[in-house]
């Protein structure tokens, strides 16, 4: 199992990041405690129809995805937050998956999912893999006699430029590679008009403009830093042009902020660079996908074709 990252590493990260000529910060730092309750009621806002869209593909075509799994296999969930969406695959397919393993870099969130899972699915094992799945990653040798079945869902692909598309896809097919051929299925929001994507990012009740801003309380935290929130204001973009979503914190005034140490000036205007998240067609991300040497075996949306799911066979 690679290593966690430390702390000193993340804050090397902020601070490239913050003295970067356009200034960003890595979207992982959303998911602090408070983040992730935010992120929690986003998913419920009305504007915000992403995990509806995700939820309701699985309610009608779980059972024709889990049934792409080998028998027997291992579900390998990357990202896994919550054990929700792995559970529409595992009912659909009791008879194909023999294991769950969520792969995720919050100990907690997967101390969680085992707790849950003991009471709720206490005929299938549940093996929780701390990692950051960005890095390369192997598979315990209690998998080494099962297939795996990758699954990626939550358009948390959409947070990665097509560079890192590329890389984690084809740590992806390294780390799936056993017995069987490696199979991943990857949730992708679609390419949609502007007037619907923006506002699911800059929803009138102002929790994504909270969930943005709370970056910086996260930051404070974790790097010693002095970001005062009313300082910034969240400003959410269509970029046609790169076909993604971007999320902003734009510096009300001219001040400095020490970020660990380090004094860092924001011109008033200046942005910090929070997000991206593309909006994939369906052709677009299998090219991508294609390029990391995996081929389609199935894509199924929504009934309003909001949401994509991609079977990749590697
Ligand atoms: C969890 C990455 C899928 O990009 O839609 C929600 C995060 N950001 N609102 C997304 C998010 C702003 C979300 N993902």
């Not at 024709?64 to 028998?71: F, N, R």
């Not at 296999?73 to 769950?100: I, N, P, Q, W």
């Not at 910090?272 to 052709?283: A, G, L, M, V």
Request: charged share 20%; aromatic share 8%; with cysteine.
């Amino acid at each position: 199992m690679p290593d966690m990252p430390t702390p000193p590493d993340v804050t090397v990260e902020i601070l490239s990041g913050l003295t970067a000529r356009q200034k960003t910060l890595p979207a992982k730092l959303f998911y602090d405690e408070a983040g992730c309750a935010l992120f929690e009621r986003i998913t419920r806002l009305p504007e915000y129809y992403v995990t509806r869209a995700e939820n309701a593909l699985l309610a009608r075509h779980a059972g024709e995805i889990a049934e792409k799994a080998p028998i027997g296999a291992a579900l390998v969930e990357y990202g896994a937050a919550d054990e929700s969406k792995a559970v529409s695959l595992l009912d659909a397919g009791t008879r194909a998956f023999t294991a769950y393993a969520p792969v995720d870099i919050a100990p907690g969130a997967l101390a969680a999912i085992v707790a849950r899972m003991r009471i709720s699915h206490p005929a299938i094992p549940v093996l929780p893999l701390v990692a950051d799945f960005l890095q390369p990653l192997s598979l315990p040798a209690s998998f080494s006699d099962k297939a795996a079945f990758g699954f990626f869902p939550g358009s948390t692909i959409g947070n990665f430029r097509p560079e890192a598309v590329h890389r984690f896809l084809g740590h992806v097919r390294d780390t799936l590679s056993g017995q069987a051929a490696p199979m991943l299925v990857v949730g992708t929001d679609l390419r949609k008009d502007e007037s619907v994507l923006v506002p699911a990012y800059d929803d009138a009740e102002g929790v994504t403009a909270q969930f943005n801003l709370n970056i910086l309380s996260h930051v404070n935290a974790i790097a010693g830093a002095d970001f005062d929130l009313a300082g910034f204001r969240h400003r959410a973009l269509w970029n046609a042009h790169e076909g993604r979503m971007e999320m902003h914190l734009e510096s009300l005034s001219a001040q400095t902020v020490t970020v660990s140490g380090t004094r860092i000036a924001f011109r008033r205007g200046e942005t910090i660079h929070t997000e991206d998240s593309y909006k994939h067609t369906r052709e677009g991300f299998l090219a991508l996908a294609q390029g990391a040497g995996w081929r389609s075996g199935g894509f199924w949306t929504d009934p309003d074709g909001l949401f994509g799911m991609h079977l990749l066979l590697g």
